[in-house]
């Protein structure tokens, strides 16, 4: 179909693929720990949005660009580490405004535009998604596909429709996990920490990936 095969095969490899935990899961479940399954979805919603920025550069060729060049990989891949190190590192220490804080009614919510941004972020400037993308879909492509574009778009769509089904999963899961726990200041506040930990780590390895 549009210059593909073993469609089957391709959505069951990308479900084992999203599940795997990466800072986009990460951060859904952060924010639908803090503010409940809405702000999860909104979340789910940025993450989505950066994941079509990865899907249209692989439509046009542009993740070639970051497969090639060492320096462009390396320039996306410091912002991205940085920004995955600022989120762990205001997580930490924003206390006031954390996760406990926000449950307990002591902080105002984080605005919904501003989450959205996040996942965006989080997920559009992350340089391995987008090596992904072209190692991966062209595996899935049939050699003599007339339109190999068209067959970029459609296995990238397939790939989103997969990754928003798991995403909007573990919103879910997460908010009614928090529900359960709400007024336990103590677990909120390690849970904070231990996010925010995980973000500065991610980052960090983010940083430390090589070029391929």
């Known amino acids: 179909m549009l210059g593909t095969h073993d469609l089957l095969l391709f959505v069951l490899s990308g479900l084992l693929l999203n599940i795997a935990p990466g800072p986009d899961l990460v951060y859904i479940i952060s924010r639908s720990t803090s503010g409940g399954l809405k702000n999860g979805i909104v ?3 940025g993450i989505g949005a950066g994941c079509f920025v990865h ?9 070639a660009i970051l497969a090639t060049s ?4 390396t320039i996306v891949k410091i912002i991205g580490a940085l920004y995955l190190v600022y989120v762990g ?20 919510p ?8 996040q996942g965006f ?15 991966f879909l062209p595996q899935f492509i049939t ?13 990238g769509i397939i790939f989103w429709i997969n990754g928003m089904l798991v995403c909007l999963l573990a919103a879910w899961s997460a908010s009614r996990i928090a529900k359960s ?32």
């Not at 899907?55 to 993740?63: E, M, N, Q, V, Y």
């Not at 590192?89 to 105002?108: D, E, N, P, V, W």
């Not at 989080?122 to 993308?133: D, E, G, M, S």
């Not at 336990?184 to 930990?197: D, H, L, P, Q």
């Open 89 to 108: 590192i205001t997580s930490l220490f924003s206390s006031s405004k954390g996760l406990a804080a926000q449950i307990t009614g002591k902080a105002s």
């Open 43 to 45: 979340a789910v919603g």
């Open 70 to 73: 060492a320096m462009a990989f």
């Open 121 to 135: 972020l989080t997920n559009a400037l992350n340089p391995k998604v987008a090596l992904f993308f072209m190692a």
């Open 181 to 212: 726990l709400k007024g336990n200041g103590v677990y909120m506040r390690w849970f904070e920490r231990c996010t925010g930990a995980l973000f500065v780590f991610l980052g960090i390895r983010l940083a430390m990936a090589e070029h391929s």
């Open 143 to 155: 050699p003599d596909a007339p339109f190999k574009a068209l067959s970029f778009a459609f296995l």
């Open 110 to 117: 984080l605005p919904r535009r501003k989450i959205f941004l």
């Open 55 to 63: 899907i249209a550069a692989a439509t046009l060729g542009l993740s």
